[in-house]
């Protein structure tokens, strides 16, 4: 037997209607926050992953599925939605409508990750991006937006840790001044770090080895080096989210998996799910799309990892509505009734009504049975005496009450 690859996951037909629950009101919040609907290629040339997210990034470096294809070129299936956003912001001129543009997308993404619980190779993502915005109230919008999402699929226990990262001139500054600190710790720090020390040293406060930590624990932080620019928006960024009655606290550690982030980072993270906590991960970028060759513009986005949510809503029992079965079972007990049976299901079907009908010849013991287990509101038999007096009674199953019909009421009555 072939299985599935390693980290990935079958939604199976008993589960898909949790997914379509979270995805119906992760559309809905888009919906409200008037952000239309935006959709990229599963891949993408590998260069856009490079510049776009980052050469210095654990994704780039270890974890993107690369392939050459049947042309030679280096393609890669992208490892997160925003860079193919970025992409395609540029290449299709949405700057040339109106500001800012705001975008929402539900993926797939790829990551060769050692997978474990809510950490997968082929996971999923609902995000937001929104372009054009340099206030601090775009980002506060893009945070409140996770929020109310969070909060309609009833998640109550989770925290909004918010952090700013600077600007190119501030953080300079500031990694010259984490690297002297961390310069008489590196004999003690582990591999990844000590290579993050020339590359990117702000990755060093998101390891989480004991005796990093323990180092950076008392590391100067970035909050405290911000220039004024970047120290104002952040302030107004908390200002706004105060407004706005979101709860969030300040976690200076937070620096992100990823390059392109500017000023504002947040992170929403969940107790409940072991190891992987990090439900919603996003921020502020105002150099991606000037990196990939666009005009400078600022924006602002976050994305939710599907499974995660799931794993969180499932381990806290968050209520998701019942798989509602047909409208309708008819149940027959022989050839003639089976296809009168499968005629008012097509009748019903045609006005907008759900119908089943049985296709398995089962007795109408197990017809009944069938129809219990599938959820059907009711069951209708059409047997001999029936079919001779054009008439039948409608049992809903709820109740077992009984609801006389003439066979020209059926469809009009389950549709
Ligand atoms: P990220 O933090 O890399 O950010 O991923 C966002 C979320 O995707 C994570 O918080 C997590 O829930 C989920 N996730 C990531 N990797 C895995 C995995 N291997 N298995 C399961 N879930 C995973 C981004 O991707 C940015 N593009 C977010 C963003 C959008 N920033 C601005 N705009």
């Not at 993502?125 to 601090?136: D, L, N, R, T």
Request: contains cysteine.
């Amino acid at each position: 037997m072939i299985s599935a690859p390693k980290g990935t996951k079958d939604v199976l037909p008993q589960d898909s209607y949790k997914w379509q629950y979270i995805e119906d009101v992760a559309r809905k919040v888009a919906k409200d926050f008037n952000l239309k609907e935006i959709r990229t290629p599963v891949f993408e040339h590998t260069e856009l992953f490079l510049r776009g997210v980052g050469d210095t990034t654990d994704i780039v470096n270890k974890e993107m599925y690369t392939f050459k294809d049947k042309g030679d070129r280096s393609i890669t299936l992208k490892p997160e939605g925003t860079a193919g956003v970025a992409r395609a912001y540029i290449e299709n001129g949405l700057s040339n409508g109106p500001l800012p543009v705001k975008m929402y997308y539900i993926i797939p993404a790829f990551r060769y990750e050692r997978p474990q619980a809510g950490r997968l190779r082929e996971f999923h993502q609902f995000g937001i991006e929104v372009y054009g915005s340099p206030s601090p109230l775009a980002d506060a919008e893009v945070i409140s937006a996770a929020a109310l999402f969070l909060d309609r699929l009833g998640i109550k226990k989770i925290k909004l840790n918010i952090n700013s990262i600077g600007c190119k001139t501030c953080r300079a500054e500031y990694n010259a001044k984490l690297k002297e600190y961390l310069r008489p710790h590196l004999g003690e720090m582990c591999a990844t770090c000590r290579e993050r020390f020339d590359k990117n040293p702000l990755r060093i406060l998101d390891c989480k080895e004991e005796g990093c930590k323990k180092i950076t624990a008392g590391a100067p932080r970035m909050i405290d080096y911000l220039c004024d620019d970047c120290a104002a928006h952040f302030h107004e960024v908390q200002a706004c989210l105060k407004a706005g009655g979101t709860e969030f606290n300040i976690d200076s550690n937070i620096v992100r998996g990823l390059d392109y982030y500017t000023k504002t980072v947040f992170e929403f993270v969940s107790e409940d799910i072991g190891a992987q906590g990090t439900v919603c991960g996003g921020g502020r970028y105002d150099g991606l799309i000037e990196e990939l060759g666009g005009n400078p513009t600022p924006a602002v986005g976050f994305a939710v990892g599907l499974e995660r949510l799931l794993l969180l809503m499932e381990n806290t029992g968050s209520p998701f509505p019942a798989d509602g079965g047909p409208g309708v079972f008819f149940a027959a007990m022989d050839d003639e009734g089976r296809r009168l049976a499968f005629s008012f299901a097509v009748k019903v079907r045609a006005l907008g009504g759900s119908a089943e009908c049985d296709k398995m010849g089962r007795s109408l013991k197990a017809q009944f049975k069938y129809a219990d287990k599938i959820g059907a509101k009711y069951v209708v038999v059409l047997g001999e005496s029936e079919i001779a007096a054009g008439k039948c009674s409608a049992k809903l199953m709820s109740d077992g009450s009984i609801t006389e019909l003439k066979f020209e009421d059926i469809p009009q009555f389950f549709a």
